[in-house]
């Protein structure tokens, strides 16, 4: 089993930049994908980002590409996703998934997290 626990949300402003962090335990999550999802209220969660098991790949949304980047410290067993240029439409619960299947689908995970609030004010 894999635990996640996401930190570093919280208040940011527009034009900000905010970086979150996702740390697993239980065991190593060296050999799976990590990803990253969000759900603003009253929509469905969507897909983020996402990076190999390597770090050697990346994927990102559109709405998010040249803004947001991930990365990955697997001697750390955590991953990161650095939001630049924040806009109001980021607000939402960010969770952070690990699977075994690279993409933006969320059915490739297998492990999440609780989720952690980002606020966008202008």
């Known amino acids: 089993q894999v635990q996640l626990v996401e930190s570093g949300g919280g208040l940011g402003q527009a034009g900000g930049s905010l970086r979150l962090s996702c740390a697993a335990s239980?065991?190593?999550?060296?050999?799976?994908?990590m990803g990253w999802f969000r759900q603003a209220p009253g929509k469905e969660r969507e897909f983020v980002a996402a990076?190999?098991?390597?770090?050697?790949?990346?994927y990102y949304a559109d709405s998010v590409k040249g803004r947001f980047a991930i990365s990955r410290d697997n001697a750390k067993n955590t991953v990161y996703l650095l939001m630049n240029n924040l806009k109001p439409e980021d607000t939402a619960v960010y969770c952070c998934?690990?699977?075994?299947?690279?993409?933006?689908?969320?059915?490739?995970?297998?492990?999440w997290g609780q989720g952690t609030q980002v606020t966008v004010s202008t």
């Open positions: 239980g065991r190593t999550v060296s050999s799976l994908t």
């Open positions: 998934a690990a699977g075994r299947r690279y993409g933006a689908s969320s059915a490739g995970y297998d492990y």
């Open positions: 990076i190999s098991w390597s770090g050697g790949s990346t």
